[in-house]
């Protein structure tokens, strides 16, 4: 499966899809030096879908800064809510075209 090129905020993101004995037991991984999201390739389309949401809040989380925060309290959590929603969905809903796609060209 090719890789899909996405953006992340104000920076590009790469999201792979490789296979389980890539992932150390993950699901997906978030790799914010390099901006790489790396899924695996063997999950059913319901699992990736959720997969890619929960990476790219990763990296959302990341490109804000606090990849390390640890505790978000409820303003944190209301600020990430309301202003990045639309563009998870709008991510995902590009990944997932793709991802088809790239299912339906095999």
Do not use: W
Request: hydrophobic share 35%.
């Amino acid at each position: 499966m090719k890789d899909i090129d996405v953006r992340i905020g104000l920076y590009p993101f790469k999201v792979m899809f490789v296979s389980y004995s890539e992932m150390d037991g993950n699901d997906g991984s978030t790799f914010h030096n390099d901006r790489t999201i790396k899924i695996r390739d063997d999950l059913d389309k319901v699992a990736t879908e959720l997969v890619i949401r929960h990476e790219v809040v990763h990296a959302i989380l990341g490109t804000q800064g606090r990849v390390y925060q640890k505790k978000f309290d409820l303003e944190d959590m209301c600020e990430f809510i309301a202003y990045k929603t639309p563009e998870i969905n709008d991510i995902v809903e590009r990944i997932m075209k793709e991802y088809e796609s790239n299912l339906n060209e095999h």
